[in-house]
């Protein structure tokens, strides 16, 4: 079953740091890209892409807002995704969720959330100015 598992949200002041973790199977670890998309509070706003990274670790993508930012990483040995979150602003307020997409190839093409197969429940990361 590929049910990811998101922990490591919280309230920060802008400029602080927080390393959000997603734990997944070893079947899951195998076979997917692993990715993080967010949501501002209240939805009235898409879910949208931040951060991804393919099966191997190989390859790795991020949205412009995040990017110098934001660091995505994999461990292989713990089925365990990351997404370390450096000089956090207020406009980075949203839950994050972790999502799993079957991979064909190394490489992550489709970073509308709506193409990605499976989801946590997010975890809420709110910026204060």
């Known amino acids: 079953q590929v049910q990811p598992v998101e922990s490591g949200g919280g309230s920060v002041q802008a400029g602080a740091s927080l390393r959000l973790s997603c734990a997944t199977s070893r079947r899951t670890f195998d076979s997917y890209a692993l990715g993080w998309f967010r949501q501002a509070p209240g939805g009235e706003r898409e879910r949208e892409f931040v951060?991804?990274?393919?099966?191997?670790?190989?390859?790795?993508y991020y949205a412009d807002s995040v990017k110098g930012r934001f660091t995505i990483s994999r461990d292989n040995v713990k089925n365990t995704l990351y997404l370390q979150m450096n000089n956090l602003s207020p406009e980075d307020t949203a839950v994050y969720y972790c999502?799993?997409?079957?991979?064909?190839?190394?490489?992550?093409?489709?970073?509308?959330?709506?193409?990605?197969?499976?989801w946590g429940k997010g975890t809420l990361v709110t910026v204060s100015s």
């Open positions: 951060a991804a990274i393919s099966v191997s670790g190989t390859n790795t």
């Open positions: 999502s799993a997409d079957l991979a064909y190839s190394d490489y992550v093409r489709d970073f509308d959330y709506r193409a990605w197969d499976h």
